[in-house]
């Protein structure tokens, strides 16, 4: 089943994004799901089977571009389309938005990550990504 975020999933989305290996300590994910329920929590898309969640996708459009971040879909359940329904869902909810170009970041190292995207038409921008931290996440809370 695919819905929205509910405050009982806080522990379980973690955990998934912690399986997915997709977590680092300086992206503290208790604080993320907080920053995103905070502003836009309907377009945090998860999907259960028997009570569990399997998969998840943060979707987000700041009036420029569509950015999809924690696409995570669980070991026991790829290769059955799971991350492909999540980024569907995620590009039909952009562009019912008015956005226009989605992106979306990769690490380097995750070449099976990038061959995903690809698979499903993604290419790789000439871009250089550039960050600053305005929140240090390992300080802890507040």
């Not at 329920?37 to 943060?58: P, Y």
């Not at 995207?117 to 300080?139: E, N, P």
């Amino acid at each position: 089943m695919l819905r929205s975020y509910r405050p009982g999933d806080h522990e379980a989305l973690v955990s998934l994004w912690s399986i997915c290996e997709l977590t680092r300590p300086w992206n503290n994910p208790h604080r993320d799901i907080d920053r995103k329920l905070a502003r836009d929590g309907d377009n945090l898309l998860l999907l259960e089977e028997g009570g569990q969640l399997i998969a998840s996708v943060m979707v987000g459009y700041e009036g420029h571009r569509g950015w999809v971040n924690y696409l995570a879909v669980h070991p026991d359940h790829r290769r059955q389309g799971l991350g492909r329904l999540l980024m569907d869902v995620a590009e039909r909810r952009l562009r019912d938005l008015g956005c226009a170009k989605v992106n979306l970041q990769v690490r380097a190292s995750n070449e099976t990550a990038t061959e995903f995207y690809r698979q499903i038409g993604y290419t790789v921008d000439d871009v250089v990504s550039l960050g600053k931290r305005l929140d240090d996440d390992l300080a802890g809370p507040g």
